[in-house]
Nanobody, 118 residues
Framework: QVQLVESGGGSVQPGGSLRLSCTTSDMSKSHFMAWFRQAPGKEHEGVAFIYTGGSSTYYADSVKGRFTISQDNVKNTVYLQMNNLKPEDTAMYYC????????????WGSGTQVTVSS
């Protein structure tokens, strides 16, 4: 069983920045990793995806140009740098991983809360 541990959430004012981290216990089963988010009353949304074997990335339109997903394969960690945060970015953020693109949600972290408010 792969374990994903997230960190880095918190509260920030609009326009601020946060960096989330997700460390996997088994990179060989985490070739595709992603960040999802869910706000109260809203659907689960895929925010950013990365192929850790080659660093290809994909972003939802709602975060494109503001969020950056990156990896450190030495630390088995994927990061989500979030800049110019907006109140609508407030949500619980979850890390997901899997061995291929069709199963990139095989494993889930427990989530980290991001709150953007003035």
């Amino acid at each position: 069983q792969v374990q994903l541990v997230e960190s880095g959430g918190g509260s920030v004012q609009p326009g601020g920045s946060l960096r989330l981290s997700c460390t996997t216990s088994d990179m060989s089963k985490s070739h595709f990793m992603a960040w999802f988010r869910q706000a109260p009353g809203k659907e689960h949304e895929g925010v950013a995806f990365i192929y850790t074997g080659g660093s290809s990335t994909y972003y939802a339109d709602s975060v494109k140009g503001r969020f950056t997903i990156s990896q450190d394969n030495v630390k088995n960690t994927v990061y989500l740098q979030m800049n110019n945060l907006k109140p609508e970015d407030t949500a619980m953020y979850y890390c997901a991983a899997g061995p291929d693109v069709g199963s990139c949600t095989n494993y889930w972290g427990s989530g980290t809360q991001v709150t953007v408010s003035s």
